[in-house]
């Protein structure tokens, strides 16, 4: 079955961009027709949807982060990635990856999260 | 953008109790679109509902969804131990996704 996996860098200065990837195992991030998504949560938060990228390449970003947020996709090393610039300390989350299935919707598969802090 | 307000924000019940939480979007919303997570400390959210009432796969069979429209409703028929934890409501959109702010189910 399908699963995925975060990974990057744990600590960020502000100012800087975060950077992060989700690598998918078990299947091809190119077949089928999937949304691949980010998701974040800040310590005592709720979640936040931060945008996702299509099978076709197309993306959409939530409108609070987009100015700031690019998704692209490695389909030669089966991975996602997110691009957050300019980061200050409210960007401190556990951020998250999901697959979701274009006409289900629900995000059916999660990367376990990884937590990004933003400090100097 | 659709805005999801769930209700109550929190929720303390016993075991084997009922449980009933609500999520009502600012516009009238699909009910294919609409969507219930699980979330537990220290674990990735996990997907209940899809449809606004098909379960999941493995998703056992006391937890239901319902409603149309502007309102939706998580039901838990009989509260188990690992019942506990937060839960939220999402709508798939065309542009986005939107999460509501969640409901604390805790033990009373």
């Known amino acids: 079955q399908v699963q995925l996996q975060e990974s990057g860098p744990g600590l960020v200065k502000p100012s800087q961009t975060l950077s992060l990837t989700c690598t998918v195992s078990?299947?091809?991030?190119?077949?089928?027709?999937?949304?691949w998504s980010w998701i974040r949560q800040p310590a005592g938060k709720g979640l936040e949807w931060i945008g996702r990228i299509y099978t076709s390449g197309s993306t959409n970003y939530n409108p609070s982060l987009k100015s700031r947020v690019t998704i692209s996709v490695d389909t030669s090393k089966n991975q996602f990635s997110l691009k957050l610039t300019s980061v200050t300390a409210a960007d401190t989350a556990v951020y998250y990856c999901a697959r979701s299935e274009f006409y289900y919707y629900g995000m059916d598969v999660w990367g376990q999260g990884t937590t990004v802090t933003v400090s100097s | 953008e659709i805005v999801l307000t769930q209700s109550p924000d929190t929720l303390s019940l016993s075991p084997g109790e009922r449980a009933t939480l609500s999520c009502r979007a600012s516009?009238?919303?699909?009910?294919?679109?609409l969507l219930w997570y699980k979330h537990q400390p220290g674990q990735a959210p996990r997907l209940l509902i899809y449809?606004?009432?098909t379960r999941a796969t493995g998703i056992p069979d006391r937890f239901s969804g319902s409603g149309s429209g502007t309102d939706f409703t998580l039901t838990i028929s009989r509260l188990e131990p690992e019942d506990f934890a937060v839960y939220y409501c999402?709508?798939?959109?065309?542009?986005?996704?939107?999460f509501g702010q969640g409901t604390k189910l805790e033990i009373k």
């Open positions: 078990g299947g091809s991030i190119k077949s089928g027709s999937y949304y």
């Open positions: 449809g606004a009432s």
């Open positions: 516009q009238s919303v699909g009910s294919i679109y």
């Open positions: 999402q709508v798939y959109g065309p542009s986005d996704y939107t």
